[in-house]
C-alpha cells in the first residue's frame, strides 16, 4: 500500500521512511505541503497520507481541508503528525477532515498499528466498492459500473482521437432453458457464458452484464473489423461448447446475437453506441439469430 508523507524537516520525513518501508509500505515523499497537495491531486494518489500539522506555506490541516473538498473515486485516510498537543489543536485536525492525530514525538509501535487501522478501512472501502459495482451472479461489472467506465474510454478515445468498439450479445432462446431446466441451471449458464465472453477478449476491455440475458463489452483503441473479429470468436465460442447443467450428465447448446459498433476518434456519446450496437443485434435477431451484425 502506498503512503505519502509529507514533513519538512528532512530528518523525520527520512525516519518515517524507513520505518514505513520496514513495514513493507512503499513509500512517498513530500518536502511541503505544496507538493503533498500536488501528489493527492493525481490519479494515482497514494491510499494514506501522514501529514505533518505544521509546515510554512501550506501546512498539513490545510492539505487535509483541500483533499476533503474534492470528490474522489478513493478514500484517501489522512493521519496528522504534530508537536501541538491540546484538545483545540487536535479538534481542529478532526473538524480539518483527519482521521487520526498523533502526537511528536511519536511511538513507532503507535504509529505502525495507526497505520494498520488505516489500511484495514481502505481495504473495506475497496471491498464496499467491488461489491457496489460487481453483478452477483456474474462477478462482471454491473450495468451501472459498465456505463461510468464507458464514459470514461468515451472521453479519452475523443482526446486521443483513437477508435472503441462496442459488442452487445443475448442469449438466443434463453427462456427455454429457465422452462426446461429451471433458474438454478439458467444462472449456471449466465456464469459459463460469462467466462466465455471474457476467455475471447483482450486484456484490457472490459465487459458487463447488461441485463438478463444481455452482456456488452468495450473494447478500447479497437478498429470495427477488430470489435467484429472479437465478437465472431465469442459468438463461435459459445456455439462449440456445450454447457454442463448442475447434474453434469445433461449439457445444453447455447447460442447468441451480437451486434457491434464503434467509434474512430468521432463524437458520440455513450447511449448513442448502445443504441447503435442494439439496433445492430435487433437485426441479428430478426436474421435468424446465431450471428454478429455491424451497426450501419
Not at 42 to 54: F, S, T, Y
Not at 224 to 245: D, H, K, N
Not at 263 to 273: F, H, K, P, V, Y
Request: with cysteine.
Amino acid at each position: 500500500m502506498r503512503v505519502l508523507v509529507a514533513a519538512d524537516d528532512g530528518l523525520s520525513r527520512k525516519i518515517l521512511e524507513d520505518y514505513l518501508n520496514s513495514w513493507g509500505y512503499d513509500v512517498v515523499l513530500a518536502r511541503n505541503g505544496k507538493e503533498a497537495w500536488d501528489i493527492l491531486r493525481e490519479d494515482d494518489r497514494p491510499n494514506i497520507a501522514i501529514l505533518d500539522g505544521v509546515m510554512p506555506g501550506m501546512d498539513g490541516l490545510e492539505v487535509c481541508e483541500r483533499l476533503r473538498s474534492l470528490t474522489l473515486p478513493k478514500y484517501v485516510y489522512v493521519i496528522i503528525l504534530t508537536a501541538l498537543s491540546s484538545i483545540e489543536d487536535v479538534v481542529k485536525g478532526l473538524v480539518a477532515g483527519a482521521d487520526d492525530y498523533i502526537i511528536k514525538p511519536f511511538n513507532h509501535d503507535e504509529l505502525k498499528y495507526r497505520l494498520k487501522i488505516g489500511e484495514r478501512i481502505i481495504e473495506l472501502e475497496q471491498r464496499i466498492l467491488c461489491m457496489a459495482s460487481t453483478d452477483y451472479l456474474t462477478g462482471m461489472l454491473n450495468r451501472r459500473a459498465f456505463m461510468e467506465r464507458l464514459t470514461g474510454e468515451i472521453n479519452r478515445a475523443r482526446r486521443q482521437q483513437i477508435s472503441l468498439g462496442i459488442i452487445i450479445a443475448d442469449i438466443d432462446h434463453f427462456k427455454r432453458v429457465n422452462d426446461n431446466y429451471g433458474h438454478q441451471s439458467g444462472d449456471l449458464v449466465l456464469q459459463e457464458v460469462a467466462k466465455l465472453l471474457l476467455s475471447s477478449c483482450r486484456v484490457y476491455d472490459f465487459v458487463g452484464r447488461y441485463g438478463g440475458e444481455e452482456f456488452i463489452a468495450c473494447l478500447p483503441a479497437a478498429s470495427i473489423e477488430e470489435t467484429y473479429a472479437i465478437a465472431e470468436r465469442m459468438r463461435q465460442g459459445l456455439e462449440s461448447q456445450p454447457i454442463p447443467l448442475l447434474d453434469q450428465h445433461t449439457k445444453v447448446s447455447i447460442t447468441a446475437s451480437f451486434g457491434v459498433t464503434g467509434i474512430s476518434g468521432g463524437e458520440a456519446s455513450a447511449d448513442e453506441l448502445i443504441r447503435w450496437a442494439d439496433d445492430a443485434l435487433y437485426k441479428a435477431k430478426n436474421n435468424g439469430r446465431n450471428q454478429v451484425v455491424i451497426y450501419q
